[in-house]
């Protein structure tokens, strides 16, 4: 499967790379990564594993990563200042990405889609749920948060991870992936080392933006609380949680499902803040399982 390009997509305007795989008839499935991570984050083989369930799955990357729109000439993005409290150096916040997700959508004439997000991708599933409530049919949050800085906690190792200093080399960049996944990838999981270097190298090869990590970084600061707006979500909604999660608490996800109506919690005994290859068939079970209900919803 080559890698497509849509122009001008959502009110940005902005170029979205994208990947589509499984019978087009078949429900729609857009999947949103997290923070710098491209659609390579979505392995081929868990998209695989998600049409063999009867889905279409579409991947793609989001502004500042990969080969989608980077925002070059923003301002610089300040992320102590934005830590500390002052995000006013934010080129943009995640409905922005929310209506990327959807100018997809219209780009693929998909009315509405099933959405599952990841971290990051997560908090962009869910503004796309509350802002366009009509172009989503079932939402999947997975080790996501509402934004209450009261849950999903990082902890201090995985700050000092995420924000150590940029690669300054594709060998720099590798081995920084590497060391950040090890500290907050699945303790119950062994880390694929091999199989996350050349995932890395290949992202490298691709795009490498570290002021563009920042930019989504102050897009995530800069959204505030969504506590109050998930009450109105009304789609079948799935909340999956890692409950060794050291970037994103556990606490995260437990509040997004009390915050959205009828919300599923799945907390997953040993994962962290990635997908080890061994949850995949329990991932994918558990999506295609809430996208067949929400479709019969709809029937």
Do not use: K
Request: hydrophobic share 45%.
């Amino acid at each position: 499967m080559s890698v497509a390009m849509t122009r001008s997509a959502g009110p940005s305007g902005i170029d979205v790379a994208y990947e589509r795989f499984g019978d087009l008839e078949a429900p729609p499935v857009l999947l949103v990564m997290g923070l710098g991570t491209q659609m390579l984050g979505w392995h081929q083989e868990f998209c695989a594993q998600l049409v063999g369930r009867g889905l279409q799955v579409i991947r793609f990357d989001n502004r500042d990563v990969g080969l989608s729109t980077h925002f070059s000439a923003a301002p610089a993005p300040d992320v102590m200042a934005a830590l500390s409290g002052d995000p006013s150096s934010a080129s943009y916040t995640l409905s922005d990405m929310a209506a990327d997700s959807v100018g997809l959508l219209d780009a693929l004439s998909l009315d509405s889609a099933h959405i599952v997000g990841a971290s990051m991708g997560g908090m962009i599933a869910q503004t796309i749920a509350i802002e366009h409530p009509n172009r989503i049919r079932s939402l999947t949050s997975i080790m996501s948060t509402t934004g209450n800085s009261a849950v999903g906690q990082a902890s201090q190792q995985a700050i000092g991870a995420l924000l150590s200093p940029p690669a300054l080399d594709r060998q720099e960049a590798v081995d920084r992936t590497v060391s950040i996944f090890r500290i907050i990838g699945s303790p119950g999981f062994d880390l694929d080392e091999a199989e996350l270097r050349e995932q890395a190298g290949l992202s490298y090869d691709r795009a490498d933006d570290p002021l563009g990590v920042a930019r989504q970084l102050l897009a995530i600061i800069a959204s505030g609380d969504r506590t109050e707006r998930l009450r109105s979500i009304s789609v079948p909604t799935l909340v999956i949680h890692g409950a060794g999660d050291p970037l994103v608490d556990v606490s995260g996800g437990r509040a997004t499902a009390a915050a959205v109506p009828g919300a599923e919690l799945d907390v997953i005994e040993g994962m962290g803040h990635d997908l080890p290859r061994a949850l995949w068939p329990e991932i994918t079970e558990r999506i295609a399982a809430l996208v067949q209900r929400a479709q019969a919803r709809t029937a």
